[in-house]
């Protein structure tokens, strides 16, 4: 008798559980230790600007040193065509600190004279790059 009381209390629990509904949260939200400043200002100013210049020896991904294929390190972007932003923003918040910007690994590694950078010194504290990159963050 016990074990069909049992089968009955089964059969109920997994009826009502399967009548309620599918609670729909939304999209998950942003992990709350990453960096996220403009989007926009990202794919209008700093990929053309800081990151993908026309100027190769001041690029991080056209010299290929940072390009999805042959990357050296983390900073791995996309570079082919039609170019996934989205990716790349993704991408270059891993190496940000909002708390002080100056302080991101994205800006110190090639600026000259602060760190150790595989692809040497790309830009100095006054050059226009700097200035691209400090202004992404209010």
Known sequence: MAVATRSTLVAIALGTLAGCPTVDLGDNPPDP???RPDRAYFDATIWPQFLAPADEAKSCVKAGCHGDVRG??????DSTE???LA???SVATRFLNCGTPEASLLYTKPLRGLESHGGGDIFADVDAQAAVFRMWFP
């Open 87 to 89: 990716r790349n923003y």
């Open 33 to 35: 230790g990453v960096c």
């Open 82 to 84: 039609p170019i996934d």
């Open 72 to 77: 050296v390190s983390a900073l791995r972007l």
